[in-house]
């Protein structure tokens, strides 16, 4: 037990601070290209960035990214709290679901007139869940990621590419009233996006292969695509419309698909680089949550996302 929540205080800490310190301003897809350029002008402590011979210029410790994070894909880091009703096995279960989570740019190469560019970057998160019927709201389970994401832009098309790895734990209090059979999940694997924009719309696609695993019986192959909206115009005060929904494929659920959908209202702060999402949510298909991926869940409730 000791060792578990000095783990989880340990990535919070590391979380947290890189957050404070290199927190990344989330803009509408339609205005990512602008974004860039106007975050490609900014000028870094020691002076003007760098010009390339291809006009491009060279940025030290980025804000933003030049591929937009998933506004619906359960495993992408962000910060978030949840309120969730599950389906589970015919039993209703309230669970509070939390991430902490973020993305920081190391270096980046863009033309400050489109966007146009790539950026090598850092990034981790916690997924947290929460039995709320449980006399201790028991910590049932955590999933660690931390990757190192290759992004590309070019026009209204983006990519990602990314090397992750990630391992889930079992709550303390979880194990010592259910008493279930554990495993020991953990892997490193490659994922590769890719994105086009038009209007207020975004498609997504592509998939990701295990490149080391525990158990080493899990096969390998999964695809995931997926559709986003996000308003153009205000309908409440500064708050936009936004909506999104994933879907995931995997080799080893025999490429059953499991889809996660979102909609609701994205508040833009007064500087207009930061914001905050009230959504609905739903998810039905085998557990994003690593101990349990072979099982069926399904589940709806109400989030807040501070995606910086």
Not at 170 to 195: I, M, Q, T, V
Request: glycine letters at 12%.
């Amino acid at each position: 037990m000791t060792s578990l929540r000095a783990t989880i205080r340990a990535h919070l800490v590391f979380l947290l601070m890189g957050t404070f310190l290199f927190g990344t301003p989330c803009v509408r897809a339609e205005d990512a290209p602008v974004a860039a350029a106007q975050q490609a002008g900014a000028f870094a402590p020691e002076g003007p960035p760098a010009a390339t011979p291809d006009s491009r210029i060279r940025i030290f410790l980025p804000t933003g990214d030049v591929f937009k994070p998933l506004v619906a894909d359960p495993k992408q880091p962000r910060f978030f709290v949840s309120y969730r009703r599950y389906e589970y096995q015919h039993d209703i279960i309230n669970v509070a679901a939390v991430g902490y989570g973020e993305l920081f740019g190391i270096t980046r190469s863009v033309d400050p007139a489109t966007g146009d560019g790539w950026q090598i970057g850092f990034g981790g998160g916690l997924f947290a869940q929460f039995n709320l019927d449980a006399p201790s709201h028991d910590l049932v389970n955590a999933d660690y990621t931390v990757g190192m994401p290759v992004t590309f832009r070019q026009g209204r098309g983006s990519a990602r590419i990314s090397l992750y790895h990630q391992s889930s734990h079992l709550g303390d209090e979880f194990l010592l009233h259910a008493k279930p059979e554990r495993l020991e999940l953990s892997y490193e694997a490659l994922n590769a996006l890719g994105s086009y924009e038009w209007a207020s719309w975004r498609l997504y696609g592509g998939g990701e292969t295990l490149v080391h695993k525990e158990p080493h019986d899990l096969k390998p192959l999964s695809l995931q695509a997926g559709a986003e909206y996000y308003g153009r115009s205000p309908i409440v005060g500064k708050g936009y419309p936004v909506a999104g929904m994933d879907f995931k494929s995997s080799q080893e659920h025999d490429w059953a698909v499991s889809g996660s959908v979102v909609a609701g209202m994205e508040f833009h702060g007064t500087e207009g680089n930061r914001l905050i999402r009230f959504l609905l949510e739903g998810y039905r298909g085998f557990t994003p949550h690593g101990q349990f991926y072979t099982t069926r869940i399904s589940y709806y409730g109400v989030a807040v996302q501070l995606p910086y």
